[in-house]
């Protein structure tokens, strides 16, 4: 099984929602990453885990918030976003964070629209 | 911090036809990666370069890395239509922690 799933694969939200992204993969994959994709841009580095500890933070505004509950699973929590934070969210993972087995596989992205 | 530059940003060609993108890095990599993203889809890894100068195939398309391992090229021979998208470099710097993107080559294809 090399797929990594994303939930809901579509969002619409107001200003002043919480809601929560998630991501699951089970391919034993120690390093789990969400990244934030704007029309016609590459894919831009948000957050990164690395068994299960918070390894990267890009400066990434405190209205996202990441979870790893456990090695499968990977969330971000939404609060006050703006309408600028609409945007492709993708989930990857891969074997280990470095090193020779860092192959990215992407989840399909969940397409936000903040209103 | 490291710098991951990827030309031409659009490319479109006559089915038929071959494609080339080049992406270059302002420091040496430990290694670089290539991703394909159909339009309305998401990154789909397509091969990882590790050695100097190494080169690889499949099938239509030539990956290659530089000597130097600061840059990298995918060549597509006799494109098909199958092949629009946008193809991505990724590179990692020696010891660094992340891949950085390069801003992508969209190739659209006529029939």
């Known amino acids: 099984d090399t797929e990594v799933t994303q939930t809901p694969k579509h969002l619409v939200m107001g200003m002043t929602n919480k809601k929560s992204l998630k991501c699951e993969q089970h391919?034993?994959?120690?390093?789990m990453y969400w990244y934030k994709q704007k029309a016609k841009k590459p894919p831009e580095l948000m957050f990164v885990?690395?068994?299960?500890?918070?390894?990267i933070n890009e400066s990434v505004p405190s209205r996202f918030s990441p979870e790893c509950p456990n090695s499968s699973l990977l969330n971000l929590h939404l609060h006050a976003l703006q309408p600028e934070d609409s945007a492709l969210y993708l989930c990857?993972?891969?074997?280990?964070?470095?090193?020779?087995?860092?192959?990215?596989?992407f989840g399909p992205g969940t397409r936000l629209t903040v209103l | 911090g490291q710098q991951v530059m990827q030309i031409p940003q659009y490319q479109h060609v006559q089915e038929g036809e071959d494609f080339t993108t080049y992406c270059n890095s302002s420091t040496t990599l430990s290694n670089i990666q290539w991703y394909k993203q159909r339009p309305g889809g998401h990154p789909v890894f397509l091969i990882q370069l590790v050695k100097s100068g190494e080169v690889k195939k499949q099938k239509r398309l030539t990956f290659q890395f530089g000597e130097a391992k600061k840059n990298s090229s995918l060549h597509i021979t006799a494109t098909q239509t199958t092949d629009v998208g946008t193809y991505f470099c990724?590179?990692?710097?020696?010891?660094?922690?992340?891949?950085?993107f390069g801003q992508g080559t969209r190739l659209t294809i006529n029939p």
């Open positions: 990857a993972s891969s074997q280990i964070l470095s090193g020779g087995a860092d192959t990215q596989y």
């Open positions: 885990y690395s068994y299960e500890k918070l390894s």
């Open positions: 990724a590179g990692r710097g020696s010891g660094a922690q992340k891949l950085v």
């Open positions: 391919m034993g994959h120690r390093a």
